[in-house]
């Protein structure tokens, strides 16, 4: 079993770090679905799956 990251233990930088991310992460994805139901390529897709897992994992918190 894993055991769960305090955030408060991380150094400041780091924290501002992941709110930034947390905040940026779904304009880009908004973005990019926009992008890839307009030129579908294979790259775009990826891109895509990548970026929902990481609005996910700010989302529910696994990073």
């Given at each position: 079993m894993?055991?769960?990251?305090?955030?408060?233990?991380?150094?400041?930088?780091?924290?501002?770090?992941?709110?930034?991310?947390?905040?940026?992460?779904?304009?880009?994805t908004?973005?990019?679905?926009?992008?890839?139901?307009?030129?579908?390529?294979?790259?775009d897709?990826?891109?895509?799956?990548?970026?929902?897992?990481?609005?996910?994992?700010?989302?529910?918190?696994?990073?």
């Amino acid at each position: 079993m894993r055991k769960k990251i305090n955030s408060y233990s991380l150094p400041p930088w780091v924290r501002q770090i992941r709110h930034a991310s947390a905040q940026v992460i779904i304009p880009i994805t908004v973005f990019q679905a926009i992008r890839t139901i307009i030129f579908p390529t294979t790259f775009d897709v990826l891109l895509l799956g990548i970026l929902i897992f990481f609005a996910c994992a700010f989302h529910l918190e696994w990073l």
